[in-house]
């Protein structure tokens, strides 16, 4: 194997755990009633992801250009992180929605 092989799946493994940290830090600050920080942390989370599907393109296309991208448990580890950081920025929402209600809930009480 290709040692540049493996950096290509290290830099997605990188950057998805990078989103998922920011992730879960930012639904930790909306739980504690801090929506600018959790927002500004899923910012970052997007950059992250941003950046694993620059990577992730870059080898889509070696792909479709007759280049094949060799199969290793790496790779198939990186798009399982990639794949996991993506579905916890789309719970994230979910849950700074939630905690934002809880909180107007609260205060019209």
Known sequence: MNPADYEVAFKIISFAGNAKSSCMMAI???????????????????????????VQTSMLTDEARGNPVPLNIILIHAQDHLSSAILLRDLADEFLALHAANRATLATS
């Open 28 to 54: 930790r600050e909306a739980r504690e009633g801090n929506p600018e920080a959790a927002t500004a942390l899923l910012v970052e989370a997007d950059d992250s992801l941003h950046e694993a599907h620059n």
